[in-house]
């Protein structure tokens, strides 16, 4: 093997323990009356809206501490995106008819709100 293709095959191996560190990295949300929910990065990341705080170009807090302040989602409705997040991730690649995901009638707008923002 060439000392060339040793190091294509080195770049390969680190760019997968980074992505493999990277999905196991810990993000937090926090609603506006501080109710947090932690989840892994890779779940945070299927919102356009976290993600660009997480890993856009801009000097974003978040990106530094892993920590999301979202003032305008209460916790009620926080809970049912984070559960939407894990519906998604579950389903993403499904070949199978995909379940609904339900939604209290009381909270639809707010949600629809929140998904809307977050680009989920």
Do not use: C, W
């Amino acid at each position: 093997m060439s000392i060339t293709k040793e190091k294509e095959i080195e770049i390969v191996k680190e760019e997968e323990r980074e992505k493999e560190k990277e999905d196991q990295e810990i993000v937090t949300l926090v609603s506006n009356d501080e109710k947090k929910f932690e989840l892994s990065k890779d779940l945070v990341l299927l919102s356009g809206t976290l993600k660009a705080m997480l890993t856009g170009h801009g000097s974003f807090r978040e990106k530094q501490t892993g920590i999301i302040q979202l003032k305008n989602i209460r916790g009620e409705v926080l809970k049912y995106v984070v559960e939407y997040l894990k519906y998604k991730k579950k389903h993403q690649d499904s070949n199978k008819e995909i379940p609904q995901f339900h939604i209290p009638t009381e909270i639809a707008l707010e949600l629809l709100m929140a998904a809307n923002f977050l680009e989920l």
